[in-house]
């Protein structure tokens, strides 16, 4: 991809497109500012660089019928979503719509070499497969804190090794295409907006929890990052004072408390204590134990599994609920690998936030869990990268 819009008229229009599916000309100057001839013009120019193409004939609004216009069906995006502790890689259409994905348990603390051979082995295949000659861009997310102008993480405590890494230019000269970096939950975020969820939301928090926690914040339909890239990062928000050594070196913070690390370290604790009978089975037979198992232990009945949950989205609700006050959201999102703990996680997590926050913040707000699970993070780097083209260069 070489052409960009040549104004903001221009990548109005090709957002329109992204986000709603191919469009008459008519259709389409209902939600633009422009006038009929104006909108011929750019709809014409656009036409002219080969990023829209006409699409068979628009259904009769008296008068002549006019052509649909459409993205070109060969524009490709590579989402990639780097987790703790695997990568998830998808191509895509312009429209954003997932052709295919693969994902691969891998390590981030092995550094930033080893995980982009990985990212580019996956890439490659995908490409192999036949769903893409080459990428008009890549979005990539990373579970850490990123400088969002020059796509390089910054000082991640969960990522030894990629402290300033340039993530975005190396990528960039591997693939032979634009690349855009940014934090995982805020792609999380971005993917919820487009395709799930969030799709109504204006105002809204994605809260990813995982191996670390996040926050996703959109502010207008705007993913709000922050002066330097890392607003959201409320993992290392203090919930008990004094409490857990945190890999941030601080202590008492909410994922040293509650994530993903945490809730298996909590449930090996309890196994090994004979505090719970299934847990115990279950490390015996596993030699270890992760959210998954806490989750089926509470689908058993366990009560230890039940009261690590619980306490666990005490933990949770007690910072959203802090958030809530604070910013007042429409809607929050509860994303990431320890999701699958499921209903219960959520009661928790509800019960705090609508008995701490005010009634005028709770009164109509919706506490759900996200509806893309793994694709939410590769379809919001879609999002992402396509956000970046489709502006004026």
Partial sequence: MTARPANAHQARLLRLLRDGGPNSRAQLGDQVDLSRSKL?????????????????????????????????????????????????????????????????????????????????????????????????????????????????????????????????????????????????????????????????????????????????????????????????????IQVVPEGRPCACGNRGCLEAHFSGAALARDAEDAARAGRSDELARRLEAAGRLTAVDVAAGAAAGDATSLSLIREGGNHVGQVIAGLVSFFNPGLVVIGGGVTGLGHNLLAAVRTQVYRTSLPLATGNLPIVLGELGAVAGVTGAARLISDHLFSPA
């Fill in 40 to 236: 011929a013009v750019e709809v014409d120019r656009l036409l002219e660089t080969g990023l829209v193409v006409a699409d068979g004939l628009a259904a009769s609004r008296g008068g002549r019928r006019s052509h649909n216009i459409r993205l070109a069906p060969g524009l490709r995006f590579l989402g990639v979503d780097i987790g703790a502790t695997s990568i998830d890689v998808a191509v895509t259409n312009a429209e954003l719509e997932v052709l295919g994905h693969l994902n691969q348990p891998m390590d981030v603390r092995e550094g930033p070499v080893a995980v982009f051979e990985q990212v580019l082995a996956m890439a490659a295949k995908l490409k192999a497969s036949g769903l893409a000659e080459g990428f008009d861009g890549a979005g990539i997310g990373v579970p850490g804190p990123v400088r969002f102008p020059e796509g390089v993480p910054v000082a991640p405590p969960i990522m030894p090794g990629w402290d300033g890494f340039p993530v975005r230019e190396a990528l960039s000269q591997e693939l032979g295409c634009p690349v855009m970096v940014d934090n995982d939950v805020n792609l999380m975020a971005m993917g919820e907006q487009h395709a799930g969820v969030a799709r109504s939301a204006r105002d809204y928090l994605c809260v990813k929890i995982g191996t670390g926690i996040g926050c996703g914040i959109v502010v207008g339909g705007e993913v709000y990052r922050g002066t330097t890239g890392s607003a959201g990062d409320i993992g290392h």
